[in-house]
């Protein structure tokens, strides 16, 4: 058994964040998401749509995903790279050489991100979308 | 085996859509989701976020669903009912009467919505926010 462990907001999910988590299978068998709490991120001064609670259901009720825990500093990961046994530390490649200081503890890898996909430009288009269609409010 | 299926256009994948998922999971064993195609939105006037392909494969990875078809017409629901031998078809409450011709062919449950979520309100709330914050572009 492999493990691989991923860290994110994972707001407003989509197919993006789909993606990551299915690439993440290619690495291991195991898959554990870290999941940003709400205080974690009002720390970091990101400003999220849904709370962790609702983050963390989504991801934990998608395929292949095994276990989610929060991630609420800085500095746990050597911690849950332990704790969790975990083989694989992936990251999206924005996060490039970052944590490279865990390649002491385990293999880690950085993922090209799913182009034209981000939750920054979901808010964005929704917001474009509904100054043009003056909304509508549909769905 | 007692089979479930529901009709939905699954844009922006949020917490109401998951609980709806899992509620059908208490009416049976195996569970299929019709997801709304592009041209049955465009035919409804119903503008969505995200096309077909990407809505459907969200909602083919969540677990617990076992098989997602695409609605293409008003029409299709009896054929499908008696194809995939369908023994609940279920839709929201904010249906409730609707579908009561389907009682010939299975039974039909219509359930309460999640409160205060739809993908409705996540777009206009997303404005507000993003208004009150000045665009801050952050995810």
Chains 1, 2 share one sequence.
Not at 11 to 38: E, N, P, W
Not at 48 to 54: E, H
Not at 60 to 82: C, F, M, T
Request: charged residues 30%; proline residues 2%; aromatic residues 10%.
């Amino acid at each position: 058994m492999k493990t691989v462990i991923t860290y994110g907001t994972f707001d407003m999910f989509h197919i993006g964040h789909l993606r990551l988590i299915q690439r993440l299978k290619s690495y291991g068998t195991r898959i554990i998401v870290a999941v940003s709490s709400d205080d974690f991120n009002r720390i970091k001064g990101k400003k999220v749509f849904f709370p962790y609670q609702q983050r963390k259901e989504i991801i934990a009720n998608i395929k292949g995903v095994d276990l989610v825990i929060p991630e609420i500093n800085w500095e746990q990961k050597i911690e849950d790279i332990k704790k969790h046994k975990v083989d694989v530390f992936i990251m999206g490649d924005d996060w490039e050489g970052k944590f490279d200081f865990l390649k002491e503890y385990c293999e880690v890898v950085y993922l090209p991100r799913t182009k034209n996909i981000s939750t920054s430009q979901i808010k964005q288009s929704i917001n474009q979308m509904r100054q043009s269609n003056q909304s509508k409010g549909q769905a």
